[in-house]
């Protein structure tokens, strides 16, 4: 999964950050509710970690600015305090369900896997023509014929699918794919969206992945 994490101190959420990179899921970090507003309206993520105790917009006010704007992806909060007011204001805001500091990183997970149960992540397959790819068993075929893809050539076919007949530059795919961490000036991309080509096109008259010359890539039906 990818998550954004908003926490402002930089040893809790270095410790989340850590725990679930270890549990394979991609995790930024924004340290206050302006860069949390910021990230979360730019890009997709399947989760928000929103510490309440923020400098300047706080977690309760950004969660409401992020349901404002119409996102609606699950809200975790982490409250310091354990005060009924707290979690009321949370969940009023908008979040899906919070977690009382000090906790442990296993009640972290439990958590977001019980959010996601309530939630029942989506399950429906993305197609392309006669490609699809099952995002929960990362199954992918073409034509009916399985496909195997390594985990990063999964995450860029999906994102790709994801925003299927629309442009991606090649920062936004960085950014959805390897983090916001990762060097801009990288040739990643093009090197995956290579790998990508020879499993997913090569012998097929009809190609889905297509170079836009000089904006990026993208994932459609036909030319
Ligand atoms: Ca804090």
Not at 60 to 77: A, S, Y
């Amino acid at each position: 999964m990818k998550i954004l994490l908003v926490e402002d101190e930089e040893n809790v959420a270095s410790f989340i950050k850590k725990g679930l990179e270890e549990e394979n899921h991609t995790v930024d970090v924004a340290v206050d509710g302006k860069e949390g507003f910021l990230k979360a309206a730019s890009m997709e993520y399947d989760l928000l970690i929103l510490d309440i105790m923020l400098p300047g917009v706080d977690g309760i006010d950004l969660c409401r600015l992020i349901r404002m704007k119409g996102i609606h992806t699950p809200v975790l909060m982490l409250t310091a305090k354990d005060t009924v007011e707290d979690k009321v204001r949370g969940l009023d805001s908008g979040a899906d369900d919070y977690l009382t500091k000090p906790f442990s990183f296993e009640e972290l997970l439990a958590r977001i896997r019980a959010l996601f149960r309530r939630r029942q992540f989506p399950v429906e397959p993305l197609r392309c023509g006669d490609l699809k790819i099952e995002p929960i068993t990362r199954k992918v075929t073409r034509s009916g014929k399985e496909i195997y893809l390594r985990p990063k050539e999964f995450a860029l076919l999906e994102c790709l699918m994801k925003n299927k007949n629309k442009v991606l530059s090649r920062t936004q795919i960085l950014r959805d794919v390897w983090g916001y961490n990762f060097d801009p000036t990288t040739n990643v991309v093009d090197v995956h969206i290579n790998f990508l080509r020879e499993k997913i096109d090569r012998g097929y008259p009809t190609k889905l992945i297509h170079t836009v010359r000089g904006s990026g890539y993208m994932i459609k039906e036909d030319d």
